[in-house]
Nanobody, 128 residues
Framework: QVQVSESGGGLVQAGGSLRLSCIDA????????MGWFRQAPGKEREGVSC????????YYADFAKGRFTISRDNTKNTLYLQMDSLKSEDTAMYYC?????????????????????WGQGTQVTVSS
């Protein structure tokens, strides 16, 4: 059952930073790959980054590479996303979710959500 709570979003100027947090009280957190998604107005939800439950190796969508850093604390059931050098195109609602798959195929990021239900997300707005 999904019991996620995302936080840390806000309004920031281009070039600034934010750190998002996600707590999932409904999972044995350490058993799952976890990831971040985002959805901008009028666009489909897209994967941002993910980390596997075992090796914790991070994977990133191309737009996130070099700017975003994903991390997790299984003891706190918490997932983080440090976002630096933010751009106006990063403006979106950000969600976290357990994943069926986390990795890359031929260099292309893949992160398939595990559940149909989503949390409320946290809004990130970057002003130019």
């Amino acid at each position: 059952q999904v019991q996620v709570s995302e936080s840390g979003g806000g309004l920031v100027q281009a070039g600034g930073s934010l750190r998002l947090s996600c707590i999932d009280a409904g999972l044995r957190f350490g058993d799952y790959a976890m990831g971040w998604f985002r959805q901008a107005p009028g666009k489909e939800r897209e994967g941002v980054s993910c980390t596997n439950w075992n090796d914790r190796r991070p994977y990133y969508a191309d737009f996130a590479k070099g700017r975003f850093t994903i991390s997790r604390d299984n003891t706190k059931n918490t997932l983080y996303l440090q976002m630096d050098s933010l751009k106006s195109e990063d403006t979106a609602m950000y969600y976290c979710q357990a994943l069926r798959t986390c990795g890359s195929v031929s260099g292309v990021y893949t992160g398939e959500p595990r559940f149909d239900n989503w949390g409320q997300g946290t809004q990130v707005t970057v002003s130019s």
